[in-house]
């Protein structure tokens, strides 16, 4: 069965940095776009980076403003958000998502065929 399996995640001072990775298996990794989201407490979850099959299309959310990098590797099955100079309010759970569409990375979470359980990201002030 298809498991996507999030790490990396933790607590890290306002202005800190954090790299997370969610490791894909039983699936075509290469024919899947990837997404990041996060959920908040009292929050609906939202949108924070995807990115294509290949990697050559990336989408962010406005509020990352060029903090956070979102990258994949095929041929470890893996991809990753890199976030920098991380804020109190990037508090949350990170969820990575595979999606089986060809285009553009969706930003939309209904499309994602398949969803990892969650990793704690947590900035102190």
């Known amino acids: 069965q298809v498991q996507l399996v999030e790490s990396g995640g933790g607590l890290v001072q306002a202005g800190g940095s954090l790299r997370l990775s969610c490791a894909a298996s039983g699936l075509t990794f290469s024919t899947y776009a990837m997404g990041w989201f996060r959920q908040a407490p009292g929050k609906e979850r939202e949108f924070v980076a995807a990115?294509?099959?290949?990697?050559?299309?990336?989408n962010y959310a406005n509020f990352v403003k060029g903090r956070f990098t979102i990258s994949r590797d095929n041929a470890k099955n893996t991809v990753y958000l890199q976030m920098n100079r991380l804020e109190p309010e990037d508090t949350a759970v990170y969820y990575c998502?595979?999606?089986?569409?060809?285009?553009?990375?969706?930003?939309?979470?209904?499309?994602?065929?398949?969803w990892g359980q969650g990793t704690q990201v947590t900035v102190s002030s």
């Open positions: 998502a595979a999606d089986s569409y060809w285009g553009y990375p969706r930003s939309s979470r209904n499309p994602y065929d398949y």
């Open positions: 990115i294509s099959r290949s990697g050559s299309l990336t």
